[in-house]
């Protein structure tokens, strides 16, 4: 009787943000609901036996994997649930089933999708058994929040080992780390990767050392960071045999989305969806919120590419390169979702990726941190304004019609930036 009560009221809460524009409710719900019970995802679980579950975790591409999974599922005829706004901690995931559940508790859909934090990893397995477990990569981030990639992946190996034995892993084969986790589980475990082309390791790797015995690890072949066809010439342990590495027809451009695609797809298939249909429906996709999303803002076309730490700025800036990018707005934020250290702004590669634009813009609340990062990468000629609605609007001023203003957000600032183009908040 009590959940239902916690039901009824965060459904209120959820039309009340929406109403009045404070957000979607999307923690706020799961919050009180869990507040005075703890049990509350277990108990409408027990409910919804029936539901299947896809947990997704990892540094990068959460979100856009969820949402490729979610189209290939919805466009062959199954109902999918998903914490689309990103809220990915316990309480999200709780307002996300109060959201989707009628007031006896009920949920009428096939699959729940979640993207899940890092560090919550280990707490959400002990409140749901996934169908699915999706680990796509790890990448240094939010340092003073999640410490280096070796204390997540140790966590995240303790947990794997209380999973029950019907659980099937898709894990990324490039990565050493992730791909470590399926060699001494008896789950069912398939894995994807990325053909590389690059022969060099980047300077700002994060994890080129042999998850098994320490050593330096050999590379035939990197994709991007410490991702690519690796082995350990000490120990013998190598990089295991993709089970998909290549797709015709990308919904999205650039390389990390085909480690995004490639996961959705294995997923796809291991729900039993046809490879045809798989490619058929992701001709309709459309880009998440902040990832590849392209807004009309004053009659001026604007594309944002959420970029949070090296890694992913790196492959944002590669990706808009190859886009013929122009015009580019970065936005720094030190919030708690952004990771208060910025020092990582120095283990961006701008010095080799900002040789064809016309004009660079800078905001946010470390503005002025960027600016700096920006002038050591020989960028003297560059606009700066704390205010971002005004950084905004003289970025739009300075780009003709026909072309598309770049917008390279940290994770608070990409929320901050989105409010203002739509009028919106996202959380």
């Known amino acids: 009787m009590l959940d239902i009560l916690f039901i009824v009221l965060g459904k209120i809460v959820i039309t009340v943000s929406k ?28 409910k919804n036996k029936n539901l299947k ?28 649930l998903q914490n689309e706004e990103g809220a990915n901690l316990l309480n999200g995931i709780a307002s996300s089933f109060i959201k989707y559940a009628d007031i006896s508790g009920k949920i009428r859909c096939n699959y729940a999708i979640f ?37 997540v992946s140790n966590k995240w190996q303790s947990a794997l080992k209380k999973i029950k034995p019907n659980v099937s892993l898709i894990l990324n084969s490039d990565d050493p780390k992730i791909a470590y986790l399926g060699n001494k589980i008896k789950n069912k475990v398939e894995y994807f990767g990325v053909k590389g082309t690059e022969q060099s390791i980047d300077h700002a790797s994060d994890s080129t050392y042999c ?22 010439t000490s120990c013998g342990l190598e990089k295991p045999k993709p089970d998909i590495e290549s797709f015709d027809g990308y919904p999205l451009p650039g390389l990390y989305n085909r480690y995004n695609t490639h996961a959705a797809i294995l997923t796809a298939k291991t729900l039993g969806v046809p ?23 004053k009659g001026k076309k604007i594309q944002i590419f959420l970029s949070k730490n090296p890694a992913s700025f790196n492959q944002s800036l590669a990706t808009i390169n190859d886009l013929k990018a122009k015009n580019l707005l970065v936005i720094l934020n030190d919030r708690i979702p952004d990771g208060r250290d910025v020092s990582w702004i120095w283990d961006i590669d701008f010095e080799n990726n900002l040789k064809n634009f016309k004009s660079i813009t800078v905001s ?6 960027m600016a700096l990062r920006l002038k050591y990468a020989g960028k003297n000629s560059l606009m700066s304004n704390e205010i971002l609605s005004d950084a905004i609007q003289d970025s739009i001023d300075h780009i003709p019609e026909n072309e598309t203003l770049y917008i390279l957000p940290t994770y608070s600032a990409m929320l901050d930036l989105r409010k203002i183009l739509t009028g919106k908040a996202i959380l």
Do not use: M
């Open 364 to 369: 946010g609340d470390r503005v002025y941190d």
């Open 53 to 80: 579950i896809i947990l997704i975790a990892g540094t990068n591409g959460k979100t856009t994997t969820g949402k490729l999974i979610r189209t290939i599922l919805e466009k062959n005829n199954r109902k999918v």
């Open 275 to 297: 490879t045809d249909k798989i490619a058929k429906a992701l001709k309709d996709f459309k880009p998440a919120f902040g990832r590849q999303e392209i807004i009309k803002y």
């Open 19 to 46: 109403l009045f524009n404070l957000g979607s409710g999307s923690t706020w719900p799961g919050h009180i609901a869990l507040s005075y019970n703890k049990n509350f995802i277990r108990n409408l679980l027990s």
């Open 211 to 232: 998850p098994k015995c320490g050593n330096k690890l050999s590379y035939k072949s990197i994709t991007f960071s410490h991702l690519g066809d690796w082995t350990c």
């Open 115 to 151: 993207e899940i934090d890092e560090n919550t990893f280990p707490l959400i397995l002990e409140n749901i058994n996934p169908e699915i477990i999706i680990l796509l990569n790890l990448f240094r981030d939010q340092l003073d929040r999640y410490g280096e990639v070796n204390i």
